[in-house]
């Protein structure tokens, strides 16, 4: 679990243990950077709301998340691994 600060808000990402479980190549501190350095995000029409993201880890790779606001400021990536060529679609940065 991670805690960051953003213009003076706290915010927390915590990651499912699910995540490594099935992509042992992304660890927490990995989807933490994407989740922080988002390229771009969408909103899904879902109940409740999932947010789709593609970010950069900090290996420089691109990674994939789904997320949902768990809290107020709080947040749980249950969804991570490697950026799929369908979520590259879904969020805008591929045709």
């Given amino acids: 679990m991670s805690i960051r600060t953003y213009g003076g808000d706290r915010v927390r990402v915590r990651v499912h243990p699910r995540v490594h479980q099935r992509h042992s190549d992304v660890d927490d501190d990995d989807v933490i950077a994407?989740?922080?350095?988002t390229l771009r995000s969408r909103a899904r029409d879902t109940h409740p709301i999932q947010w789709v993201g593609v970010g950069l880890d900090r290996k420089g790779r691109l990674l994939e998340y789904i997320?949902?606001?768990?809290?107020?400021?709080?947040?749980?990536?249950?969804?991570a691994m490697l950026v799929t060529r369908a979520v590259l679609t879904e969020v805008g940065l591929r045709r």
């Fill in 34 to 37: 994407a989740f922080e350095g």
């Fill in 67 to 79: 997320a949902v606001e768990d809290e107020p400021d709080g947040w749980l990536v249950f969804h």
